[in-house]
């Protein structure tokens, strides 16, 4: 197994994961009355499932994921769970990722795995950012006031308002957003 094979595979398993937990999280949110909360982790799993596709097709193979345990909580909590899993992702993980494969310098897999990890490392910033603020209405007992969220379907990155600028972690147009469905 190539070190480049290995991490994308790692990378999926974490998104994979990520969309296990976020999509047990919205029922949660929904559950206790915040939809708007519920909707913002539907937007993430979204996302999540671009990464995973994009990893997949730099991995250039089948590959069944692994699920990681997680733990439930009520929405604060889970806010704050995702929020500090985003934070790492983005900072810890895909950063070190990108320094290991690196090291598998001759495979030809390396520049589009690079692209994938690059934008997932800087989308999951984008993911931190939206859950802060859902924080900050979720601590006042308040939903979150966007009703309108996009992904952008190269790269996964969230907005709350109608694209009309080129994305600005892949640099498409801002026509490769799509209104996430909210049921
Ligand atoms: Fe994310
Ligand atoms: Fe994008």
């Not at 996964?156 to 996430?180: L, N, Q, R, S, W």
Request: aromatic residues 14%.
């Amino acid at each position: 197994m190539s070190i480049l094979k290995d991490y994308l595979k790692k990378a999926i398993d974490g998104e994979f994961s990520a969309t296990q937990k976020y999509t047990e999280f919205a029922d949660i949110a929904q559950n206790e009355g915040f939809s708007n909360i519920a909707y913002l982790f539907k937007a993430l799993t979204a996302a999540e499932n671009i990464h995973i596709k994009n990893h997949t097709n730099a991995l250039k193979e089948e590959y069944q994921p692994e699920v990681e345990e997680f733990t439930r909580g009520t929405t604060i909590e889970n806010v704050k769970d995702a929020m500090e899993a985003e934070f790492w992702e983005s900072k810890t993980m895909y950063k070190n990722y990108l320094k290991e494969i690196k090291k598998d310098k001759k495979n030809p897999l390396l520049k589009v795995a690079q692209l994938s990890f690059e934008w997932a490392r800087d989308v999951e910033y984008t993911h931190y950012q939206a859950l802060k603020l859902a924080l900050k209405y979720i601590e006042k007992g308040k939903d979150l006031d966007y009703s309108e969220i996009y992904v952008c379907k190269v790269c996964g990155d969230i907005i709350f308002t109608k694209p009309t600028e080129i994305c600005p972690i892949c640099g498409h147009d801002p026509a490769f957003y799509f209104k996430v469905k909210r049921n």
